[in-house]
């Protein structure tokens, strides 16, 4: 591959066009250059999203709504990181709410609907989720009576039983929270189809895409979903979470809220002070994607082009970790393969040695991989590995094949 460092007029910057973005790939450990496949946990951070942070709070900061300078920066630069996130989400700015991050948001957005809700409706989760996905809405089952089904997974694909979830809808579902992508496994839902099938039952569709929106490009319209969240730390912005939901929806939602704050949505979902300059870093990260494909005609093009060019690099990455791992001497790996819809992160399990001791060896040859069971619990338990979990490697838009050889190289040492 030819890596020049300025990339042609639509087309999508070269991977050491875009390392050059980030201090932290600077880093070594124990005399090797440090690989973070560690992104599916929170990636690296470039220059340009750490400077708009550090430039807000250096020049910028004050509290919302008041009249002088400072104030008024700071509402602008909300409204320009809302303006990102409509690009980003394919919707309205005024559909955008900031909040602390994906877990916090959703249980609020639960406890809201649930206001609307009666002691023995449903609502739909599904085994291949995070927790703060299926947990968030099993909390209603204790403080409103509300009644949980779960669609199995198929633990030898890392897929959902399909006929499962059309099975699962009933007269009383209520909503349907599924996944756009596991954070354990990388296998991606087809969310459109789910939509469908709860918008046909007559339920909403809550769509959890924290790991899908790091590698794919949301669109919320063509999704057909009714609430999606996700969280910026995971495509190279600051610790935040961000939720969109359908304006009328936002709307009419009966949100626990303070009764001096704001009444219109987005503002009556976003509970007291926000981190303002996590907002502005999580524009930023928007607008750092959106630069690394220039000459497109908007935003949202530049953003299509940039995750177009991210699916190929991370494609032909987890199908070398694919093939080189299975290799392995009494490894392990679980998910769909690389020609299933998936995205480019991979777990798996070694025999012989328990995921820390791998991850600890990977370490100390400066290869900064994940284990245990992520959140992802249920799926890891599914798989027999509740005990001792897995060891999870996340490609992300700064990850090279040669880093991507030094892990299955490491891995295979062990091995011997
Ligand atoms: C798929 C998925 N959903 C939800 C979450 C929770 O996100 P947050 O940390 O923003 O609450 C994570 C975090 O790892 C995740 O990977």
Redesign the pocket.
């Known amino acids: 591959m030819t890596d020049t460092l300025s990339p042609a007029p639509g087309q999508c910057a070269a991977v050491d066009a875009i390392r050059a973005h980030f201090p932290a790939l600077t880093r070594t450990h124990h005399g090797h250059p440090v690989a973070y496949f560690d992104g599916?946990?929170g990636t690296q951070v470039p220059r340009q999203v750490a400077e708009a942070t550090a430039d807000y709070l250096l020049h910028h900061n004050a509290n919302t709504h008041w009249a002088y300078p400072t104030s008024q920066e700071t509402d602008a630069a909300i409204e320009r990181a809302r303006e990102a996130y409509a690009d980003f989400f394919n919707a309205s700015p005024r559909e955008v709410v900031f909040g602390q991050?994906?877990?916090?948001l959703t249980l609020h957005l639960g406890r809201a609907l649930a206001r609307g809700w009666a002691a023995g409706d449903e609502v739909i989760v599904t085994e291949l989720?995070?927790h703060?996905?299926s947990d968030t809405w099993r909390a209603l089952t204790r403080d409103r009576g509300i009644v949980v089904r779960t669609v199995p997974m198929d633990p030898a694909s890392g897929e959902l039983q399909w006929d499962g979830l059309a099975a699962a809808f009933s007269p009383r579902t209520k909503l349907l929270a599924i996944?756009a992508?596991?954070?354990a496994l990388g296998t991606i839902n087809d969310v459109a189809a789910a939509s469908r099938l709860a918008h046909d039952a007559g339920a909403l569709c809550f769509v959890?895409a924290?790991?899908f929106a790091a590698h794919e490009l949301v669109d919320v319209q063509a999704m057909g979903c009714d609430f999606l969240a996700c969280?910026p730390?995971?495509f190279y912005g600051p610790h935040l979470?961000v939720l969109w939901g359908r304006r009328a929806l936002l709307d009419a939602l009966d949100a626990p809220k303070l009764e001096p704050a704001p009444d219109q949505a987005p503002d009556r979902l976003e509970t007291g002070t926000l981190s303002h300059e996590a907002i502005v870093g999580a524009g930023a990260a928007v607008d750092w994607l959106a630069s690394l494909s220039p000459g497109a005609t908007s935003r949202r093009a530049a953003l299509a082009g940039t995750f177009g060019a991210l699916h190929a690099r991370g494609l032909a990455q987890v199908s070398r970790l694919w093939d080189g791992l299975r290799t392995v001497r009494g490894v392990t790996v679980y998910g769909p393969p690389p020609t299933r819809p998936r995205t480019s992160t991979l777990s798996f399990a070694m025999a012989a040695h328990a995921s820390e001791v791998v991850a600890r060896h990977c370490a100390d040859r400066g290869l900064f991989v994940s284990n245990g069971d992520?959140?992802?619990t249920t799926v890891v338990r599914r798989l027999g590995h509740a005990h001792d979990g897995l060891v999870r490697l996340g490609c992300a838009a700064y990850t090279t094949g040669d880093e991507v050889e030094r892990v299955i190289a490491a891995v295979g040492e062990l091995a011997r």
């Open positions: 599916p946990g991050n994906m877990t916090t989720d995070h703060a996905n996944g992508a596991s954070n959890d924290v790991h969280s730390y995971k979470g992520f959140y992802a």
